[in-house]
């Protein structure tokens, strides 16, 4: 069964979880336990309605305060597909947060407040499902039931945001634009009669009719090798298996390869999954290959078409989400983690901070704070071989880690 995964984001009120929670319960995925608590919880507010955001927001402080602070990943099925949604929350302070759910989705949901229309925040949270990609978005207007079903409304929201996405630097985006009720179920799972003037598919009619392809959807082979497997018995004596993900392309048994960064060369000999051989690999697939001849291969190390090779640098020019208390600044050394492979690496200059409400850049600033997003240069220790983050996501981006507290600092996509 396809798997298709799924981002969202919405300001603070605009009704997100209640949204998710109500294609949960409309798709009978609440547990009888979970309904049980959600019934007894709205009751006990005075509610005379079930308040579905209970089903999403875990944290103590979450259902409090009644907003999303972490991302919180949530599970579902039909008889079409499977979904992973990352709840993710849209205020300025938790922007790395957001970028962490949409950095491995296929599709977006963004949610507007119908009364509000599109405010700062909702700038933000298209900017940086722009900035990572993502292919399919939906801007679900909610809260349709407080401005009447208005028509009107709808569409001047649409042509808000229409607008904007002219100004984005990746075009290819497909955005569809659906107007809902979470609260009342209008438009989420099934049709509403309230929007006679909408002729279009609901939420879940257009996420089932989405094609869940592979979010490195990439026409160059890379394969990050993750393990050398040697058996340790007799009958596989001499195997040598090299092991990892493919991202993007397909390998086939008898292509030339090239080990990066030893250059050297060789020949597909085996394809295993599992216990079984085949004569391709198909992006996405996790694999185990074998070599012609054996060559000085190790975790870290890059495997790639011989004709398909990428770029090789020891300085490179990236975009970065900033993530750390301790702001980035010119000089400071990280350690860059590029998918296996791991690099020391040095902060040349901060170019610029981006405005993710589409105004421009800070061209005067000289760090990165916290959720800031910005044009950065770093220097490498060693070549690392890359490829842009518009050609290839996985080999397109890395993480920044504090060598002193092991921690994850900051996201980076390279240009």
């Known amino acids: 069964m396809e798997v298709l995964k799924i981002a969202t984001a919405g300001s603070v009120d605009d009704g997100k979880s209640t949204l998710i929670g109500r294609i949960l319960y409309d798709t009978k995925s609440l547990t009888d336990d979970k309904l049980e608590a959600i019934e007894r919880s709205s009751k006990q507010k005075g509610f005379d309605y079930l308040d579905f955001s209970l089903a999403t927001d875990g944290l103590v402080a979450e259902r409090e305060q ?72 939906v801007v679900a207007v909610n809260k349709m039931d407080l401005v009447d079903f208005s028509e009107e409304k709808f569409n001047a929201i649409k042509a808000e945001i229409s607008s904007l996405a002219e100004k984005a630097d990746y075009k290819g985006q497909n955005i569809t634009f659906i107007p809902v009720s979470a609260l009342k179920g209008d438009n989420v799972v099934y049709k509403s009669d309230q929007t006679p003037w909408y002729d279009g598919e609901t939420m879940l009619e257009h996420l089932e009719g989405l094609d869940a392809q592979d979010v490195y959807e990439v026409s160059q082979a890379r394969l990050p090798i993750q393990t ?30 090239t080990v990066l960064p030893s250059k050297t060369s060789s020949k597909i000999k085996e394809i295993y999954h599992f216990d079984k051989t085949f004569d391709k690999a198909e992006r996405g697939s996790s694999v185990n290959i074998t070599l012609e001849n054996d060559i000085n291969i190790s975790r870290g190390d890059l495997l790639v078409k011989s004709s ?20 980035l600044v010119p000089g ?18 901060v170019k610029s901070v981006i405005k993710t409400d589409f105004t421009g850049k800070d061209d005067s600033a000289s760090q ?4 800031e997003i910005g044009e950065v240069s770093i220097k490498l220790a060693k070549p690392l071989f890359y490829d842009a983050y518009a050609d290839n996501k996985a080999n397109g981006s890395f993480i920044l880690i504090d060598a002193q507290t092991n921690n994850t600092s900051g996201v980076g996509f390279i240009q």
């Open 308 to 327: 398909e090779l990428p770029k090789e640098a020891k300085q490179i020019e990236a975009k970065v989400c900033w993530m750390d208390a301790k702001n």
């Open 66 to 137: 009644g907003i999303t602070i972490d991302v919180a990943h949530i599970y579902f099925s039909t008889a079409k597909k499977s979904y992973i949604i990352a709840d993710t929350p849209g205020h300025v302070e938790y922007t790395r947060n957001m970028v962490t759910g949409a950095s491995t989705s296929q599709a977006a949901i963004i949610l507007v407040d119908a009364r509000k229309g599109a405010i700062e925040q909702t700038y933000r949270h298209f900017f940086i499902n722009n900035l990572l990609k993502v292919k399919d978005i």
């Open 228 to 257: 050398v497997i040697r058996p340790k018995t007799e009958e596989f004596h001499d195997f040598r298996g090299y092991a990892g993900k493919l991202y993007g392309g397909s390998l086939s048994v008898g292509d030339e390869v």
């Open 368 to 371: 990165l704070a916290i959720n």
């Open 332 to 349: 400071t050394k990280y350690l860059i983690q590029h998918g296996a492979n791991r690099v020391i690496a040095k902060i040349g200059d």
